[in-house]
């Protein structure tokens, strides 16, 4: 198996928040009927995190479960897994309407991380960041500027942005920009 290639080679910046290209990461983007318990277990069973709720995001490490849609999870595995974890998952859910894919190589991840997170975020999309509106754990599938982006928090201080490959030298931009020390807001900030 030949070494995966980050889009940007591992990126970062530092300004108002440190932004860093992160991954590679396993990424299976499973369709299907999330209510059967036959769905729910095979996820829960490959990542060992439970199911999540409405715009959750269960995560430990490089494992995880996303909810991006009444019928569609983001499968998180490491790289490495995925391929085999897509094996497991469609041998195991053989029989049912299901959809699975490993997405790995088509995403660009992000990690954003300190204080003013939610307002370097908030300057690129169209979603309430507030700790009361968008806690740990819970995920938003929205738009930064016109790049169609998944984000998760995994605590106060630290989301992860995923989006198409094609567009990570955007997205990177987007987000340093953002995170320039100019460009303090300071609506979040303490």
């Given at each position: 198996?030949?070494?995966p290639?980050l889009?940007l080679g591992?990126v ?5 928040v440190?932004v860093?290209e992160?991954?590679?990461?396993g990424?299976?983007?499973l369709?299907?009927d999330?209510a059967?318990g ?9 990542t060992?995190?439970?199911m999540p709720?409405l715009r ?6 490089d494992?995880?479960?996303l909810?991006m849609?009444?019928?569609?999870l ?8 995925a391929?085999?974890?897509?094996t497991?998952?469609?041998e ?7 959809l699975?894919v490993n ?9 954003l991380r300190?204080t003013?997170?939610?307002d ?7 979603v309430d960041f ?7 754990g819970?995920?938003?599938r929205t738009?930064l500027a ?6 998760w928090?995994s605590?106060?201080t630290?989301?992860h942005?995923?989006?198409f490959r ?7 931009g ?10 303090r807001?300071?609506?979040h900030a303490?």
């Amino acid at each position: 198996m030949s070494d995966p290639v980050l889009p940007l080679g591992g990126v970062r910046f530092e300004g108002l928040v440190d932004v860093r290209e992160t991954g590679p990461q396993g990424m299976i983007t499973l369709r299907g009927d999330l209510a059967d318990g036959d769905v729910q277990a095979a996820v829960t069973d490959l990542t060992g995190v439970a199911m999540p709720d409405l715009r959750g995001a269960n995560t430990e490490g490089d494992t995880g479960l996303l909810w991006m849609s009444p019928d569609e999870l983001l499968v998180l595995v490491p790289y490495r897994q995925a391929a085999q974890a897509v094996t497991r998952l469609s041998e195991g859910l053989e029989g049912h309407h299901v959809l699975v894919v490993n997405v790995s190589d088509a995403r660009a991840l992000f990690q954003l991380r300190g204080t003013q997170v939610r307002d370097v975020l908030a300057k690129l999309a169209p979603v309430d960041f507030a700790p009361e509106a968008f806690a740990a754990g819970e995920l938003r599938r929205t738009r930064l500027a016109q790049a169609a982006a998944g984000i998760w928090m995994s605590d106060d201080t630290t989301a992860h942005v995923f989006c198409f490959r094609s567009m990570a030298t955007y997205m990177y931009g987007l987000l340093c920009t953002a995170a320039d020390p100019n460009a303090r807001v300071g609506f979040h900030a303490k």
